[in-house]
């Protein structure tokens, strides 16, 4: 994934909820996450299996890397301000 997605990524993920059943993330404005809210547990299993997706997941690296990235186009900017 490019490191401008991952940003836009991130971006969204701040008016988002995630979804402790199934990980995903899904917008504030939802009560009940669209992704799993139809699905009893053994389908949500199988779901979850089939995706790949860890709900108890932490991606630490990732979410570093990506303030690393914001900081060095953070920087980048204001050179470009400054001169
Ligand atoms: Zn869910």
Redesign the pocket.
């Known amino acids: 994934m490019s490191l401008i997605a991952r940003l836009i990524l991130l971006l969204q993920e701040r008016n988002q909820i995630k979804?402790t059943?199934?990980g995903?993330y899904f917008h504030k404005q939802h009560t009940q996450?669209p992704?799993?809210r139809d699905m009893n547990a053994t389908q949500l299993e199988a779901f979850l299996e089939e995706s790949g997706i860890d709900p108890e997941a932490k991606s630490g690296l990732g979410q570093f890397l990506v303030l690393a990235a914001i900081i060095v186009v953070v920087i980048f900017l204001f050179s470009r301000i400054i001169r």
């Open positions: 979804c059943r199934c995903l996450c992704h799993c």
